[in-house]
């Protein structure tokens, strides 16, 4: 069935740092793919999608390439902030079923001031 | 104002007891589910509707019910409640099929002693 790796466990950078959150899927066809953000104490929320090879997301600074040759969907940030500290969530969408999203097991990125 | 809001906030309850947990969206959405979400397994869809009086199995449905009595509630019901569901559980809504994002809620603490 679909499915979704990313990074597992928690990431450890310093304010400035370059951000790199590896998400691979494994799906036939076009799939949506998502990043979510959830902030301590919160529920997820959206951060962006693609939907189509090459295609590129990007919310708040960071941005995530659509890549069908690899089945990537990395998620990536130049330089991050202390309020980046959060748990991310890499996502897949299939029209083999309409109504469900396949959910990653979340990244938890802490950065450090 | 919130647009998918949960109750209790938080919960303890006793093994065997039963447990409703419940949620209200104001989005519209036809689409409503409800995850748990643990450490080592990120989220994990329990049961999900794509309307009023419709519920589904999600990927592990087993120790749930739910119960979608109209548009705007979806509640999760744990009949006998076990240790093994101590978690944290959200709600979430969305529309629009395999594409579309979903608003999730603050979320449940659910404590099983």
């Known amino acids: 069935g679909d499915s979704v790796t990313q990074t597992e466990g928690q990431v450890a950078l310093s304010e400035e740092d370059f951000l790199t959150i590896h998400c691979n899927y494994s799906a036939s066809g076009y799939p949506a793919l998502f990043w979510y953000v959830q902030y301590p104490g919160e529920g997820p929320q959206f951060l962006f999608r693609a939907s189509r090879d090459k295609e590129k997301g990007s919310s708040r600074g960071f941005e995530a390439t659509y890549d069908k040759g690899t089945t990537s969907f990395h998620l990536r940030k130049a330089s991050v902030q202390e309020s980046d500290s959060a748990v991310y969530y890499c996502?897949?969408?299939?029209?083999?079923?309409?109504?469900?999203?396949?959910f990653g097991k979340g990244t938890h990125l802490h950065v450090l001031p | 104002e919130a647009a998918v809001t949960q109750s209790p906030r938080n919960k303890v309850a006793v093994t065997g007891g039963k447990v409703t947990l419940s949620c209200n969206q104001t989005?519209?959405?036809?689409?409503m589910y409800w995850y748990r979400q643990d450490t080592g397994h990120g989220l994990r869809l329990i049961h999900y509707?794509?309307?009023?009086?419709?519920?589904e199995k999600g990927d592990i449905p087993d120790g749930y019910k739910a119960s979608r009595p109209s548009q705007e509630n979806f509640s999760l019901i744990l009949e006998l409640a076990t240790p093994s569901q101590t978690s944290v559980y959200f709600c979430?809504?969305?529309?629009?099929?395999?594409?579309?994002?979903?608003?999730f809620g603050p979320g449940t603490r659910l404590t099983v002693l």
């Open positions: 996502a897949l969408g299939h029209d083999t079923n309409a109504y469900k999203v396949i």
């Open positions: 989005n519209n959405h036809n689409n």
């Open positions: 509707s794509y309307g009023a009086g419709s519920t």
């Open positions: 979430a809504s969305g529309d629009g099929g395999f594409y579309a994002e979903q608003f």
